[in-house]
């Protein structure tokens, strides 16, 4: 049998295993799933949950703010991301104009000055906006928040959009973590999904940011891509490694065509098949834990002095709309079109479409049109679901204390159903706790979906776990 060595002390993860788990399930950046918000949910049932949390005496934990910003010069073939594609400068300048509404109706709940943690500018494409647009958005954000001194200030970045001065530019403003947009570095693979970025771009911003200090790089690969092979993922693996970031994000390409207009252009003929999939996963593995990075769950892998990967090793690792983060867990607020955030026991979304999005904000409305606030059992099961995904492990004493049920019973036939997941080494079961095997981190969403209420009435939507 195929295995990949996770390090010299470790037991091989088999091929086959990985094959078995090929199937549909959630990422579990929240629970329950964006697919469970509802409509009935709206900007009345968000503005309470701001008040609440505005009247809880300071005793909230320090926000998190997500900015999105659609915009993209081009459009990626493969992209599932909420985006417009225009190269329409001002449209930039016009949606700045809306966030500024958005943002004060948000701070007339809060109230001025709430204090800040961790900020994220996400997309489509936050380096569509040019410095001088970034620095508006930021000079907004600071005349509205509390920025706490060292906090995370990261942003998203495709390379064909940027060169050293505009990093120097970001820098200035404020960022210390970047996350670049590579995918893949074979021509023929950026070709068949229309993008094309040299190597040798993203070699010299690396080596620009690095020069200019930012203290955590990132960078986002996809493996299942349309004429991707062995060889030509080698050569990317190789090229990574040697370009070495703190981070590294590798996602596996999901084609819903049905659901995502772009991925119609992709021919469906040159995507991998499923072995070949599974197998490109479990040499990136091998490369990625050889090369000596940590495996931090999912689909990120981390240097050693990382904070992720620090984080993780103290079990202070946390999940939320934008993946595996270090900063305690809490609220969220999300701005822009179709952002999702968390406050309290909510989750939220705004308007899909920038013309919705828009006429809310005429109207002097939040554009939040749906989300979910969340029973009892999903916060017990949010509560189990992060904590395995997070810290690999679940506490039946402290968990049942914690909701005030016995976990045992509670979950009974949830029990049953990690028989097998035990018997193939994936978890480890005692009278105490369940615990994920080291093995059973890179299945970890597998082990998740066992706890999802949810999770079976609706898998075609999801990626595939592995």
């Known amino acids: 049998m195929s295995s990949v060595a996770l390090d010299p002390a470790s037991p091989a993860l088999p091929i086959d295993l990985l094959r078995q788990f090929d199937v549909p399930g959630p990422r579990y950046t929240s629970y329950p799933t964006a697919d469970r918000f509802v409509e009935a949910f709206g900007a009345g049932d968000y503005l309470q949950a701001l008040r609440r949390r505005r009247d809880s005496g300071g005793q909230a934990a320090p926000l998190s703010l997500y900015v999105h910003i659609p915009f993209c010069e081009s459009l990626c073939y493969y992209c599932a991301c909420n985006k417009v594609v225009t190269r329409h400068r001002e449209r930039g300048r016009q949606y700045l104009a809306y966030l500024a509404r958005e943002i004060a109706l948000q701070v007339a709940q809060l109230g001025r000055g709430a204090t800040v943690s961790q900020l994220h500018l996400g997309g489509g494409s936050p380096t569509f ?42 820098a200035t403003l404020g960022f210390n973590r970047l996350s670049f947009g590579v995918q893949d570095f074979d021509p023929a693979v950026q070709q068949a999904v229309h993008r094309i970025q040299p190597a040798s771009q993203v070699f010299a911003l690396m080596a620009a940011a690095r020069a200019l200090g930012f203290e955590s790089i990132n960078v986002d690969l996809i493996y299942g891509l349309p004429r991707q092979n062995d060889a030509s993922f080698e050569r990317t693996l190789a090229q990574i490694r040697e370009l070495r970031p703190d981070r590294i994000a590798l996602y596996a390409y999901a084609h819903l065509p049905e659901r995502f207009k772009p991925q119609r252009r992709i021919v469906a003929e040159e995507l991998p098949d499923a072995v070949a999939r599974v197998r490109m996963l479990a040499r990136a593995i091998d490369v990625l834990t050889a090369a000596g990075y940590v495996y931090i769950g999912m689909d990120h892998f981390a240097l050693p002095d990382d904070p992720l990967a620090v984080a993780k090793r103290h079990g202070r690792l946390q999940r939320d709309f ?84 016995d976990f045992r019973d509670y979950f009974a036939a949830e029990f049953a159903a990690l028989g097998p997941l035990a018997a193939q080494g994936v978890v480890r079961l005692s009278d105490h706790d369940v615990t994920v095997t080291e093995q059973g981190w890179f299945l970890v969403r597998a082990v998740a979906m066992v706890f999802d209420r949810y999770a079976q009435a609706n898998r075609t939507r999801f990626s595939r776990l592995v």
């Open 322 to 405: 934008q993946g595996y983060g270090t900063r305690p867990d809490g609220d969220l607020v999300a701005l822009g079109v179709s952002a999702i955030g968390r406050v309290g026991a909510t989750y939220s979304q705004n308007a899909k479409t920038l013309d919705e999005y828009y006429d809310h904000l005429d109207q002097g409305r939040l554009p939040v049109v749906r989300g979910l606030a969340l029973s009892r059992d999903d916060l017990l099961r949010r509560a189990v679901i992060m904590a395995l995904m997070c810290r690999g492990r679940i506490d039946f004493d402290a968990m049942g204390e914690a909701y005030a049920v």
């Open 129 to 170: 906006l040019d410095d001088a647009e970034l620095g508006e958005l930021m000079a907004l954000l600071h005349r509205s928040f509390l920025f706490e001194p060292g906090g995370e200030r990261s942003i998203e970045i495709d390379p064909r959009t940027v060169d050293a001065q505009r990093l120097s530019s970001l």
